[in-house]
């Protein structure tokens, strides 16, 4: 959660693994079209279905890197692509003879590569209604706390009053961990969906609120000065003023909430509600069923890595103004 | 600039007439009380450039702020054409030191901020347009302020305050920030602009020769706390030569009562 807020922060270099030649997608092409063959053709040490099919996946791949490596539009990107695409395929085949060959790792608890195929082919329906259940709990629950930290926390920088009763409520009850309500939570609403939603509202809503203040508290009074003069009322000083020179901050908070409201769905998804990917997770590992709890959770790792990467796309539209924005 | 006075029609507003009574002004600095100002008296006539020069940290800045009414005198009265002042009001503006220009906005929304705020838009959008025609931005109308040089900077704030065809213009040092060549030049644009819209003019400076080129008086204050120790008419056509006897005469006087004899 806190490497989110600073990766939004700190301005990394981008490191770019160039290759002038355009060799390296061929290579890795090659790579791939060897861990295909070593699939297929290195019998298994037991029975595992889709095999075939994954070792025919793997040739396609291999074969269209392969041949994009003479289709110049297609190389330009491949090229920045291609040291990743080379190691994966030497990652996958050193898997696949660890676990489907040679079995070197104990069986259960490692899932050779065609397993994750098997999964995603045969149990697709409850692992996508799962994907939807989390994301429709999610977004929910984080648009709700999103909003109201944003409004609280207008209102405590803006307001003295509202500073006043809110403050003292908001360090006392927000460093708690959102996850701690959970049995309280899951006792007073009528439903364990409602309870879930709140709870992650709350996750949200922390972080939000108090960036969101620090950042109106820290607006550079300058600016109202000026607005002042030039005939500006309180509601144009809130509007035009204060809310967009605090928004970098308010987006460190909708980042930090993010992380935060992750933990929190899943958490809530293994205790109380009934669907969701956190709940998939609790239930294959019941069933022993490994090579699902993994499929879920690249599932899961995908789905809040695509939220983090809409946001970071929300605020690059919102804070175009800014110079030397982080590119996620 | 030569181009734009062609253009471009600045409907002359009614100038003010600043009144400043008896005005004492006083800050707590760690519960101490600190005064800055001690009783400023002064009037100034409708259209008139005044340069208020002083040692840096007098509180010519703070007499500006009272005038602009972004504060209120700890003592005395402040009068625009006889009516107290008692907020701000875009027919006086203030145009700070640093161009703060708000960074989210292009040029052009910086430009329209006032009438913006003041519910005038998109009804005045060829005000805006005048504007930046009259300082020469149009051509940066959709660039951001961190785009600009300094200088445009701070024409694109002088252009923001213009926008409101301010009856009095309050300029706190600025051209303080700019470097000398941009200075000059923009020296010359203030007195163009201010001899065409005709307006009064209250100007913080700390820079003798700035004040006797620019300005019709010269008011010259002690250190802090800010007294009025002279006020000397700068009778001299524009544009104005740095060179010009008069000026250099004047210049030796303001020299003699800031304290720097040998000068």
Redesign the interface.
């Given at each position: 959660m806190s490497s989110l807020a600073d990766a939004s922060l700190v301005h990394r270099p981008r490191v770019r693994a160039d290759d002038r030649t355009g060799w390296g997608a061929g290579l890795a092409g090659l790579l791939w079209l060897g861990t295909a063959s070593l699939t297929v053709l290195w019998p298994n040490a037991d029975d595992w279905a889709y095999t075939d099919g994954l070792a025919a996946a793997e040739g396609v791949l291999g074969g269209i890197l392969l041949l994009g490596t003479w289709v110049p539009r297609f190389s330009a990107r491949l090229r920045h692509l291609a040291p990743w695409l080379g190691l994966l395929a030497i990652v996958f085949a050193a898997w696949e003879v660890a676990t489907a060959k040679l079995e070197l790792l104990p069986r259960p608890f490692f899932a050779p590569p065609q397993a994750f195929v098997e999964v995603y082919l045969d149990d697709w329906p409850p692992l996508g209604g799962s994907v939807l259940h989390s994301l429709w709990l999610l977004t929910t629950g984080y648009l709700i706390g999103a909003l109201g930290g944003f409004i609280t926390g207008v209102a405590i920088g803006w307001s003295r009053v509202v500073g006043y009763w809110v403050h003292p409520v908001l360090r006392l009850v927000g460093p708690l961990p959102a996850t701690a309500w959970l049995p309280l939570a899951f006792f007073v609403f009528p439903s364990s969906w409602s309870a879930s939603t709140f709870l992650i509202a709350l996750a949200t809503g922390f972080p939000v609120t108090v960036l969101t203040w620090s950042g109106i508290a820290g607006v550079n009074s300058a600016y109202y000065d000026i607005a002042r003069t030039l005939g500006a009322n309180e509601r144009f000083l809130v509007l035009k003023v204060a809310i967009p020179a605090a928004l970098p901050h308010v987006f460190v908070g909708l980042f930090m909430g993010l992380g935060a409201s992750f933990s929190v769905l899943v958490v809530a998804e293994m205790l109380g509600v009934k669907s969701g990917l956190g709940w998939y997770l609790q239930w294959a590992q019941g069933w022993a069923a490994y090579a699902n709890m993994y499929a879920a959770l690249l599932l899961m790792a995908l789905m809040c890595s695509g939220l983090i990467t809409l946001l970071f796309r929300i605020r690059d539209r919102a804070l175009a103004w800014q110079k030397g924005l982080l590119r996620w | 600039m030569v181009a734009a006075r062609r253009h471009v029609e600045v409907p002359p507003p009614r100038a003010l007439t600043l009144d400043i009574e008896q005005v004492s002004h006083r800050f707590s600095l760690h519960g101490a009380p600190l005064p800055v100002l001690d009783q400023i008296d002064l009037h100034v006539e409708p259209g008139e450039f005044v340069a208020l020069l002083g040692p840096s940290g007098c509180g010519k800045s703070t007499l500006l702020?009272l005038v602009?009414?972004?504060d209120r005198p700890t003592q005395g009265r402040l009068l625009v054409d006889g009516r107290e002042i008692g907020?701000?009001?875009?027919s006086?503006?203030?145009v700070?030191q640093?161009p703060?220009l708000?960074?989210?906005?292009t040029v052009r929304q910086n430009v329209a901020?006032?009438l913006?705020?003041?519910g005038l838009l998109p009804a005045e959008n060829r005000r805006v347009d005048a504007a930046l025609e009259l300082v020469g931005l149009q051509a940066f109308a959709k660039a951001?302020p961190?785009q600009l040089s300094g200088g445009m900077s701070q024409r694109a704030a002088l252009a923001?305050a213009l926008v409101?065809d301010p009856s009095l213009l309050l300029l706190d040092e600025p051209l303080g920030q700019l470097d000398s060549l941009t200075r000059i030049t923009m020296q010359g644009e203030l007195v163009r602009l201010w001899q065409r819209a005709g307006f009064t003019a209250l100007m913080v400076t700390h820079d003798v020769e700035e004040a006797l080129l620019m300005a019709n008086r010269v008011i010259v204050f002690s250190p802090r706390p800010a007294r009025i120790t002279a006020s000397l008419t700068v009778d001299r056509p524009y544009p104005r030569h740095r060179d010009d006897p008069a000026l250099q005469a004047l210049r030796q006087e303001i020299f003699d009562l800031l304290g720097f004899a040998e000068a």
């Open positions: - | 702020r602009a009414g972004l907020k701000p009001d875009p006086r503006i203030l700070f640093a703060t708000y960074p989210w906005r901020v006032g913006e705020a003041r951001l961190h923001r409101n």
